[in-house]
């Protein structure tokens, strides 16, 4: 049996909230993943077993580890939660104070000045004096007239400067998450195998009454939850950018 996982869960900062709780969720992944064939195998002792024919003895290996199947979903559930929480809680970019007139003013004329530049030279704000980058940054990118990409990285420059330990912190918390989703598929895939899936219409037809509850009040439907993620839905600086503003 690979250590890789084990190993990596040992790594996880218990004194953070998101690394704590994820390791909570790899912990119950990994008995799952491992012990799901065993499982799916324990109808095999019911004394029914021996009456069943190739349907229902596939239908009593399922109904062994239908518990599985809600763990699964839940840890999945889990990780959109926590996901939505660090995206509620990313820092946000320090603004002009309001007393600070003279301090608004002069961003005024920096994004005013840039609106003036060329084309070429807007698309390279992040060359520009600190002080003119950063009145770009705190305001929106029309203002100033940079492609909003170059905006992004003005914003996320300032931000690994006011709050760079604290990003590090986040990073490994998602870098934690990426990894339990990574095993959380894993553990599915067991799942299916144990269970003699044969595609996923079949799981579907299967595994949709069991989770379906686990749903209720959430923004995820049964297909929205297997899907995999796309990348950049936790793109951090990304997220970074767009809390900003």
Do not use: C
Not at 51 to 66: F, P, Q, V
Not at 165 to 189: F, G, H, P, S, Y
Not at 206 to 234: I, N
């Amino acid at each position: 049996m690979s250590k890789f996982w084990p190993d990596f869960i040992n790594t996880l900062d218990a004194s953070r909230s998101v690394q704590k709780q994820v390791g909570e969720i790899m912990r119950l992944q990994l008995g799952i993943k491992n012990g799901a064939k065993e499982k799916a195998a324990g109808a095999e002792k019911s004394a029914r077993w021996e009456h069943l024919n190739e349907i229902g003895r596939k239908a009593a290996k399922r109904d062994e580890i239908a518990d599985y199947v809600k763990s699964n979903a839940q840890a999945r559930v889990s990780l959109r939660k926590l996901r939505a929480e660090i995206k509620s809680s990313l820092p946000k970019l320090p603004g002009r104070e309001k007393e600070d007139l003279a301090g608004v003013l002069q961003d005024q004329e920096f994004r005013a000045y840039v609106r003036g530049l060329p084309q070429e030279q807007r698309e390279r704000a992040q060359r520009l004096h600190p002080d003119i980058a950063a009145a770009v940054a705190r305001a929106p990118a029309e203002l100033s007239g940079v492609p909003a990409s170059v905006h992004s990285e003005l914003v996320n420059d300032m931000l690994r400067k006011t709050h760079g330990a604290e990003l590090a912190k986040i990073a490994a918390d998602v870098a934690a998450m990426e990894m339990a989703d990574e095993l959380i598929r894993e553990t599915d895939k067991e799942i299916r195998a144990a269970a003699e899936v044969a595609h996923s219409t079949d799981f579907k037809v299967w595994a949709k009454p069991l989770v379906d509850p686990l749903l209720a009040g959430s923004a995820a439907d049964f297909d929205e939850l297997y899907r995999r993620q796309d990348p950049e839905a936790l793109n951090l600086l990304g997220t970074l950018a767009a809390a900003a503003e």
